[in-house]
């Protein structure tokens, strides 16, 4: 299976940018995502890159603030975060889909692979 270990979180103010990693390691994926879950609410989709190709999605509530790319090299994922507000704040997680599709997948049932998360926290 795919292993994945977030790391970046932490707190910042408003206004700030912050760049969250994502190191994948096993068997053979073909996308990366960025889920995020906030207390009380349901784990919503941020953004995903496909592995080879480099096909993006980002979620219309973050385009245009937040980038989504990657290093094959080393197996790296990140997600840069740019005009960061309260409404940020949340648990982020990478997930990796093993199955090929033309553009990178929003749908979370459709990802194989999970990380533990990292938190999050924006102050205004």
């Known amino acids: 299976q795919v292993q994945l270990v977030e790391s970046g979180g932490g707190w910042v103010q408003a206004g700030d940018s912050l760049k969250l990693s994502c190191a994948a390691s096993?068997?053979?994926?073909?996308?990366m995502g960025w889920f995020r879950q906030a207390p009380g609410k349901e784990r919503e989709f941020v953004a995903a890159i496909n592995w080879s190709g480099g096909a993006v999605l980002h979620a219309a509530s973050v385009k245009g603030r937040f980038t989504v790319s990657k290093d094959n090299h080393k197996n790296l994922f990140y997600l840069e975060m740019n005009s960061l507000k309260p409404d940020d704040t949340a648990v982020y997680y990478c997930?990796?889909?093993?199955?090929?599709?033309?553009?990178?997948?929003?749908?979370?049932?459709?990802?194989?692979?999970w990380g533990q998360g990292t938190q999050v926290t924006v102050s205004s």
């Open positions: 997930a990796a889909d093993q199955n090929f599709r033309v553009v990178p997948s929003s749908h979370l049932v459709e990802y194989d692979a």
């Open positions: 096993g068997r053979t994926f073909y996308s």
